[in-house]
């Protein structure tokens, strides 16, 4: 008797396996499908546009995302007009920004800024010091990859439930918040940033903005007198921690400590912002 109930246990266990198998495999051929017929929809989009996939204005900045931040400014730097699409913001590798350009589709900030470049024979690099780009780069990845996850930790984990003071959010996706940001706490874990504790995360993070502020110093721009390519990426991060998370130690840090950081955000958001209100989520 204990060895059938052993046996059946098994088989149930084997099944219900092959069943999370098979669900598995089913949602992730819906998700490529639903990818492929929303490309299909943007292969029609006008040729002349570039369409910049995104997520909806927000209110205390243009974007909450540093990725999409750095990507409009980086349109606004190299003079290539644009138009907003937040209907379908997560692109092809399911994430956001991702652009339709000419019929092409590109996802990732970096290297639809690489595609541009290339496309459209764009340099902002042009006459700047090398160590000058070396630091500036240095400054992007670690905002990017590193110090981003003080801004998850900060919005998403602790905050999670007032991201809708931030930015509009339908009342669907706002039922969904708790669900993803448990997502997000495992994603963390995964990475291994998440198996720190919040105190030591934002101590790590903080330090990459004092350590941005140092590489800024006294200059007006990381490419000097004038704005190189990573301070449109820059920019995107550093907005984040000023704008985009009232109330938090970034905050503090960049409007008092780091005021470096923030005239750098005033000057950038001077040049290539002058509508800057005109971008904010008003209602
Ligand atoms: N390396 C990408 C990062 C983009 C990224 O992580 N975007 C976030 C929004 S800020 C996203 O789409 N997250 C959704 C997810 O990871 O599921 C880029 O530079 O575009």
Excluded at 238 to 254: D, I, K, N, T, Y
Aim: proline letters at 4%.
């Amino acid at each position: 008797m204990a060895c059938c109930s052993i046996e059946l246990s098994l088989t149930n266990l084997i099944l219900l396996g092959a069943l999370y198998f098979i669900v598995k495999k089913a949602i992730n051929f819906f998700q490529r499908w639903q990818i492929e017929k929303m490309l299909e929809k943007w292969d029609e989009a006008p040729k002349d546009k570039l369409i910049l996939h995104t997520v909806w204005r927000c209110k205390t900045l243009p974007s909450i995302s540093p990725y999409a931040m750095k990507l409009e400014t980086y349109l606004r730097m190299a003079n290539i007009p644009y138009e907003l699409d937040t209907k379908d913001s997560m692109g092809p590798k399911g994430k956001l920004p991702w652009i339709t350009y000419k019929g092409v589709h590109v996802a990732d900030s970096q290297l639809i800024i690489q595609f541009l470049n290339k496309k459209l024979g764009i340099s902002l690099n042009k006459n700047r010091a090398k160590e000058q780009l070396a630091t500036a780069r240095a400054c992007r990845i670690m905002l990017e990859d590193h110090f981003m996850w003080g801004i998850v930790q900060y919005r998403w984990i602790e905050n999670a439930t007032t991201i809708g003071t931030l930015m509009k959010i339908p009342s669907i996706f706002k039922l969904l918040i708790p669900f993803r940001s448990n997502q997000i706490k495992q994603k963390m874990v995964d990475q291994g940033i998440g198996k720190h504790t919040p105190t030591e995360i934002y101590q790590m993070t903080e330090a990459d903005l004092h350590t941005v502020s140092d590489a800024l110093g006294s200059k007006k721009f990381f490419g000097g007198e004038e704005p190189c390519e990573d301070d449109c990426a820059i920019f995107g991060g550093v907005a984040q921690a000023l704008w985009g998370m009232p109330g938090s130690s970034f905050e503090r840090l960049c409007s008092g400590e780091l005021k470096n950081l923030k005239e750098y955000c005033e000057r950038m958001k001077e040049r290539y912002w002058q509508d800057w209100e005109d971008c904010l989520d008003k209602s």
